[in-house]
């Protein structure tokens, strides 16, 4: 799912600062916690992305949790809640891990494919993909029977479809834009 725009701001500008403190790796695992955080507990997120709920509350709520993060995880968050942008919280650590995966040379692969494969198909597949990006691959496997055969990839906001199910919705789009006239079976016009 693509970043909004003030999650990319608001990533750029936290990863610029954890740089320029030498806090790179460190903001990069608080804000992995925070968004682990997020997933496993909804009434945290529920209370923190609702608007009715008072910016306090949601201050305390953000500096326990981040109690024992770097400084500069703690004040980005804060900033977001000063400025009523505490819902960019999810986009701006995708950002920042999107950033920080960049900078170390890894890209995060998610494939998928109608049956499991083994883990020697899968370190092939690795192993080819990081010759052609020049990259350290992250690769994480799903199984989904409905793509009928073939793969999926997703990298980043890159997907790339050669499923069995990709084709035939292919087709079936063309199917379904084509004009087809109706007339004779034989040249001529005449049957």
Do not use: C, W
């Amino acid at each position: 799912m693509p970043v909004e725009p003030a999650g990319s701001v608001y990533g750029e500008a936290l990863y610029q600062a954890a740089e320029e403190k030498d806090q790179v790796k460190q903001a990069h695992g608080d804000l992995q916690a925070i968004g682990r955080a997020m997933v496993e507990n909804r009434d945290l997120a529920r209370v923190l992305f609702n608007p009715a709920f008072p910016e306090a509350g949601k201050k305390q709520i953000l500096q326990k949790i981040t109690a024992g993060s770097s400084t500069v995880v703690r004040n980005a968050v804060l900033v977001l809640v000063d400025h009523g942008r505490i819902t960019a919280l999810p986009d701006l650590i995708e950002a920042f891990d999107e950033r920080y995966a960049r900078q170390q040379r890894q890209l995060e692969v998610e494939l998928t494919t109608a049956v499991p494969i083994d883990d020697a198909q899968a370190d092939l597949l690795r192993a080819r993909l990081a010759t052609q990006t020049g990259a350290d691959i992250a690769l994480s496997r799903k199984v989904d029977p409905a793509i009928i055969g073939g793969l999926v990839l997703r990298v980043r906001d890159l997907l790339i479809d050669a499923s069995v199910r990709g084709k035939l919705d292919s087709l079936r789009l063309s199917l379904r834009k084509a004009r087809l006239t109706a007339g004779p079976a034989t040249p001529g016009g005449t049957t």
